[in-house]
């Protein structure tokens, strides 16, 4: 068993916390060929990715009780088993529709790894170094969305979209296997109360009427939602719109990526110095800059995939930047409900994509013009949550 000051435990905390991306991710470029063979049209292959957004929001409410009653561990071993099952269910999927059931099976499993990751960070780390940890949490966890597209682009090609699923339920068993040996328990006093009723509602009311909550959750929730934006409708526009091949689509994304790694080793490095408030405030100008800038080249239009590509590596250098500091600003807080708060959190911010994620498929016309819109319009909000409510608490401290 690990000591809760291990080096090991950021890096595991990484990993489970990787389940989301990995689980959206690696089978992105599989979506085209998914809806040729299971006989669904775009809307519905990308409806797989909706669903299981949308699976993943509302598990989180339940999960963020269930480990401050519990403990984080018990609770974690118990997810990704279901992950695991799951995922070979998507693999013997015959149908969109059994996949589409499949997927939100697999998305229940899979986001008690990220909400109850972020948890244990603040459990391990305390309210001063969890942004800082988080950061670097954030960066290693970008290897997953890296790396995720290649591997499953090259899966697809060499042993088709089923082996894909596959993979992560090969993942899913050995994270399985290591929180159950190796992982110590978090969570520093548990709370019998947590899982009734009357208390989750109490504590989600508490967290919805604290101003400052409410700014870091919308920052994270506007900003998360143009990266799915990207995710439900990149596939297509590369793929099918700009003639490349599946394999390639990884390399495509990394760049993108990239970005992402920037933006969090830039939060990592100037947290201390600057502040949370200062760095996601940058941050959010960054994604609205660059946002609108690949709208307007939709608009033009300029019909290269640079068009697409440049602005999203800027647009993720803000994600990189203010998602870690949204998140360990909104559960500074409260040490006593951090499973609760990171719950919520979750759950505002997986519900709000997913309804863009709809969006983009019913709006897709084949260019990169709806996909651009909803990025543009996520990075302006995120700005205008970090101004109207983040600093204007600041202001008011």
């Known amino acids: 068993m690990l000591r809760k000051d291990s080096r090991a435990i950021p890096a595991i905390i990484a990993a489970l916390v990787a389940l989301g991306p990995l689980s959206t991710d690696m089978y992105l470029p599989a979506m085209p060929s998914m809806a040729q063979a299971l ?17 993943f929001a509302v598990s989180q409410l339940f999960y963020g009780a269930l480990s401050d009653r519990f403990g984080r561990k018990p609770v974690l071993v118990f997810s990704l088993l279901l992950f695991t099952a799951a995922s070979a269910g998507c693999a013997t999927a015959d149908d969109v529709g059994e996949l589409i059931a499949w997927r939100f099976a697999q998305s229940v499993g899979a986001c008690a790894g990220p909400v109850l990751g972020r948890a244990m960070v603040r459990d391990i780390f305390g ?18 969305p890296a790396v995720a597209p290649l591997a499953g682009g ?19 068993l050995a994270a399985m296997a290591v929180v159950a040996f190796a992982v110590p328990e978090s969570v520093p006093e548990k709370d019998p109360s947590a899982i009734r009723p009357v208390t989750m509602l109490r504590n989600f009311i508490h967290l919805l009427g ?31 719109h700009f003639g490349y091949a599946a394999q390639h689509f990884g390399l495509f994304f990394a760049l993108v990526v990239a970005g992402y790694m920037t933006g969090t080793l830039l939060g990592g490095r100037l947290s201390n110095r600057l502040g949370t408030d200062v760095l996601l405030k940058a941050g959010a100008v960054v994604c609205a800059a660059a946002g609108t800038l690949m709208y307007v080249g939709a608009l033009v239009p300029v019909d290269h995939v640079a068009a697409v590509i440049v602005p999203m590596m800027a647009y993720m250098i803000g994600v990189g930047v203010v998602m870690p500091q949204s998140m360990a600003g909104a559960l500074a807080p409260f040490p006593t409900m951090a499973g609760a708060a990171s719950a919520l959190f979750g759950f505002v911010q997986m519900s709000f994509a997913a309804g863009v994620g709809v969006l ?9 013009s709806a996909m651009a819109a909803a990025i543009s319009m996520m990075g302006i909000g995120t700005l205008a949550s970090a101004k109207l409510l983040v600093e204007r608490k600041r202001t008011r401290a």
């Open 39 to 55: 006989g669904g049209g775009i809307d519905a292959v990308q409806l797989t990715l909706s669903v299981f957004l949308a699976g």
């Open 127 to 144: 309210r001063a170094r969890a942004a800082r940890v988080l950061s670097y949490v954030s960066t290693a966890m970008a290897l997953a």
């Open 154 to 172: 090259y899966l697809v090609v060499a042993l088709g979209w089923e082996s894909v699923f596959v993979a992560l339920a090969l993942f899913g």
């Open 210 to 240: 604290h101003r400052a909550y409410v700014g870091y959750v919308m920052s994270c929730s506007f900003v998360f939602s143009g990266l799915f934006a990207f995710l439900s409708g990149s596939s297509f526009v590369i793929i099918d």
């Open 360 to 368: 983009v498929g019913m709006f897709h016309d084949g260019g990169p």
